[in-house]
Every structure is written in C-alpha cells, then in structure tokens.
C-alpha cells in the first residue's frame, strides 16, 4: 500500500481548484504520490483508497463526525438538532431505526405509486409536445423535490413553492461547504427560517389530524425512538429528510440520465433489459460519479491509517470521487461495467454508521426517472447543435447541460 504524499504537487494541491473541472485525471496523479495525500489548502488529509474510506467512515469513535460539539449555529440552519444528522453516538444509534423504517424497501413499494411515479410523468408531460428539452431544469431538478413535497403532503403542483424549497436547500448546502463566508451564513439563516415557515403549519395540523403523509407517519411513530416529542423534533427531522433527498439525488438522476445518452452500449443494454440492466446502471450511475464527492471527519486521537500518522484534531477528508474508481478494488474503473459483480458495494452512501437512510428512496428515483423517461421518449437523444453536457460542480457534481431532442 502507498504511504502518505510527500511531493512538491501534494504540498502544494488544493481539492478547490478542482471546481468546475473534470477531477479524476487529478485523482489519478495524486493516487501515484499515494493514498493519503495532505492537502494544505483544506487543511486535511485527502483519502484516496477504497478500504482506507471504509475504515475510516466505519468508526465514528476514533473519526468522529463534525456535528460533535458543533456550535449552535449548525442547528438553526439544519432546523433542529434532533435529527439523524445532527445526533451522534448513542442519540444517533437510537434514532437512525426510525429512518430505516419510514424509508425501507417495503415503504418504497407505495412511494413509487402514490409518489414517484406522479411526479415523473407529470415533469415529461410539460414538455413532451415540444420534441425538445432541457432534462437538467425540466426533468432532473424537478422530480426529487416534488416527490419529497408529496410525501410530506404539500402541493407538489405548486411551481413556486417547489422552486422556494429548492433554493433554499441551495443556499443552506452551499453554507455547509463554505461556513466562515459571512454572506452564505446570513443567506442560509434566512432560509432555513423560510424552510421552517413552510413546514411549521402541516406539522402542527398533522399532530393532531393524523393521514397517511410521511410528517404523520412521524408524529405517529417517533415517539418509538425518542421520548416526549415535540413541534421542534417534528421540524428538525422534515428538514433532515428534505435536504437529504434535493440537491444529491437531483445529481444522481442527471447523472444517469447523461450515461443513457451517451453511452451507446449503455443505451442497448437498458433497449433490451428494462430490469437488471438499470438497476446495474443506478449502481454504475452511483460509483462513478456519485452526487457527493468527499465527506469529512475529524481524529478524535493520535492514530494511524494505512501508514500515515494522523494528528488528534486533524480533518480528513474520505474522497468518495477517486475511492469509487480505486483501480486496487474495481478492474477498469472508469469504465461503466452493467455486468459488475458487486455492484452495490460502491461507498457513494457512505458506509458504517453513517450510511444514507434514504438510499432506497434515492435508487427509487433514479430508476423510476430513466425507465419513464425511456418509455415515454424512446428516441431522446443529446442535441449535438445544443452546449455539451461537461461534468458540474464541486462538493455535488452533475453533468449538465442535458439538451435533448426527441
């Protein structure tokens, strides 16, 4: 195994400069000055390696989480500290069951009915006569919010309610990402409180008159895992759920959606098999350029990993991007392969304790998404007239723009 990078480019390299850009050709060369390189512009240790991830996102006690004494700052903006995001140890273990259970495979079965499957086709429907299409804005930016507005039982229709949530859960993930810059702190403030406006009235109204929405499954179910709840425990999971499932699986979907177009083998593998072959290509989807690409975590003592001293204190920074594509784990690893052995074992939802209790809900839409949008619009293809799609962002990433014509 390589040992930590000690070279003139890891000293001087910063993860940032990668936004916009294409970053695996980078992730490659840094993978040659080892596994663990310090990045001296985060002020961490940037990992690399598929099985250091795993060690590390597997033991919370030794790489804690940064919601561990976070400042009350964190709260506010996330919209309550009773969450499965927000807790930690024994408080997140005894609440984690609750997620599990509102987001399990079983529940999907309805969701994809009551929910998903509404939002699709009404999303296809406002632009099916057209023969055209910008799947980014029209198609993968509208489905996740609205199935989630549905769950919860506000109007999904509401184009302007809809385009408010959206923006607000932007500014709150791009606070999160950046959380000294004054600016993004104040927008952020300003929109959880918008956030909070928007779900205090059906959460109130649901304590008492109980439907078959997810904010009544809670009020129902939640004091199963947790004693005397309140309005405030009610608002802080809605809004953990919400941003949970915005922005990433947005990504996830575009990201998808970009691989059947693109790629002509992929486009005859899901022709002929509607089942395996998509199911295989959302894992694919997720492993190459899963929506999230690094998470953080702070030693919580001196340790060692894979030959690297690490400092009590010292962030390290699980690079999910290149850890997905670890050639010592997956053969060809930047190529799609539907025919993977394994294909769920990529880290694209974390692992350990903090694997992502709503990834159901997200390969739900992803494959619910490709499947209509095939069914509807079998000959849709990328506008070679139109901007090429060229991969987006930084912490989440999507190809984009998606000029169709069909």
């Known amino acids: 195994m ?23 050709p980078a992730y490659d060369l840094l993978r040659t000055r080892g596994d663990i390189v310090w990045d001296p512009g985060l002020e961490c240790w940037l990992i690399l390696n598929y099985e250091l991830c795993r060690v590390v996102e597997s033991d919370e006690k030794l790489y804690r ?15 309550g500290s009773t969450s499965v995001t927000a807790l930690v140890d024994e408080e997140h273990a005894r609440l984690r069951p609750l997620y599990l259970r509102v987001f399990s495979p079983a529940a999907m079965t309805q969701c994809r009915t009551e929910h998903a499957l509404p939002v699709i086709n009404d999303a296809i429907d406002r632009f099916e006569k057209r023969g055209s299409a910008e799947l980014i804005a029209e198609f993968a930016d509208a489905i996740p919010p609205r199935i989630m507005a549905s769950m919860f039982g506000l109007p999904w229709k509401d184009d302007e309610l809809i385009d408010k949530i959206a923006e607000c859960h932007r500014n709150v993930v791009a606070w999160a990402y950046n959380k000294t810059d004054e600016a993004k702190i104040q927008q952020a403030k300003k929109s959880s409180a918008e956030l909070n406006s928007i779900f205090l009235p059906l959460v109130v109204q649901r304590r008492k008159e109980r439907g078959s929405d997810l904010i009544s499954q809670l009020w129902t179910q939640a004091p199963g895992y947790w004693d005397n709840v309140g309005v405030n425990d009610i608002i802080s999971l809605v809004r953990d759920m919400a941003i949970g499932a915005g922005e990433t699986t947005t990504n996830a979907i575009a990201n998808a959606v970009y691989l059947y177009l693109s790629n002509p083998s992929v486009h005859e593998a899901l022709a002929k098999d509607q089942e395996g072959a ?15 690409q690094f998470r953080f975590r702070i ?24 850890a997905n594509r ?39 839409k992803m494959r619910e998404s490709l499947k209509v949008l095939i069914a509807r619009l079998p000959d849709v293809r990328l506008d070679t007239g139109r901007e090429a799609p060229r991969f987006r962002g930084f912490s989440h990433r999507s190809f984009g723009p998606l000029h169709v014509v069909f």
């Open 65 to 79: 989480s940064h919601e561990k004494n976070a400042p009350p700052l964190n709260y506010e903006i996330r919209g």
């Open 299 to 322: 030693a919580s003592n001196d340790t060692s990993l894979g030959g690297v001293n690490i400092k009590k204190g010292e962030q390290v920074c699980m690079l999910h991007a290149a």
């Open 2 to 24: 390589n040992t930590a990078a000690t070279s003139p480019l890891s000293l001087d390299w910063s993860m940032r400069s990668l936004a916009e850009n294409d970053p695996f």
């Open 326 to 364: 670890d050639p010592e784990h997956y053969p060809c690893p930047h190529m799609v392969d539907l025919t993977r052995k394994r294909p769920t074992d990529h880290i694209a939802f974390n692992v350990g304790p903090r694997i992502c209790p709503g990834m159901h809900l997200a390969r739900l």
């Open 278 to 292: 998509l199911n295989a290509l959302v894992e694919e989807t997720l492993r190459l350029f899963g929506a999230i």
